[in-house]
T-cell receptor
């Protein structure tokens, strides 16, 4: 009965490859997010979707493309992976504005 | 945009002592201030939050204070225990948007 789940948990890939991370929430929340946590633990928002609509795109390279097929899913596709993309990517969801964010378990992406 | 500064970046205390983590925010329109705890290798989880119409909130050993005039809020943990050891993040958001801005985190170590 995991609230927010991401797959895969670990992803090791070579530079230049394309990869996707999937996220699903079963909380009935309207808003979903992608955050990037770098090696210094800084949590930075990348994207925010509300009811399948893109609300926030925080100057993320266009190699990153989120897709929300429905309110319960928000996937992240990354093209032409670079070394600097190595990080932990967290999906999260909230019921509405200014309420608790529930995070997925994270996907540790390592680009070699 | 909103900027959240968090201090200290590391904090080491003896078991039973109190710990205080401080944050400042830049946007006076921010009205929601959550605190998240992230244990090593785990997802961030909400431990307490406060809204701008409240000056203080307490939950057992954890309390948060907010000074809107100074744009400053703090987390207080009393009677610390080894299991309190984690990275703590403060955050701020404005009610009209979907962006939660995090501070850079404080690594709290509670020594037995």
């Amino acid at each position: 009965d995991t609230a927010v789940s991401q797959t895969p948990k670990y992803l090791v890939t070579q530079m230049g490859n394309d990869k996707s991370i999937k996220c699903e929430q079963n909380l009935g929340h309207d808003t979903m997010y992608w955050y990037k946590q770098d090696s210094k633990k800084f949590l930075k928002i990348m994207f925010s979707y509300n009811n399948k609509e893109l609300i926030i795109n925080e100057t993320v390279p266009n190699r990153f493309s989120p897709k929300s097929p429905d309110k319960a899913h928000l996937n992240l596709h990354i093209n032409s992976l670079e070394l600097g993309d190595s990080a932990v990517y967290f999906c999260a969801s909230t019921l509405r504005l200014n309420t608790e964010a529930f995070f997925g378990q994270g996907t540790r992406l390592t680009v070699v | 945009g909103e900027n959240v500064e968090q201090h200290p970046s590391t904090l080491s205390v003896q078991e039973g002592d109190s710990a205080v983590i401080k944050c400042t925010y830049s946007d006076s329109a921010s009205n929601y201030f959550p605190w998240y705890k992230q244990e090593l290798g785990k997802r961030p989880q909400l431990i307490i939050d406060i809204r701008s119409n409240v000056g203080e909130k307490k939950d057992q050993r954890i309390a948060v204070t907010l000074n809107k005039t100074a744009k400053h809020f703090s987390l207080h943990i009393t009677e610390t225990q080894p299991e309190d050891s984690a990275v703590y993040f403060c955050a701020a958001s404005i009610g009209s948007n979907y962006k939660l801005t995090f501070g850079k985190g404080t690594l709290l170590t509670v020594n037995p």
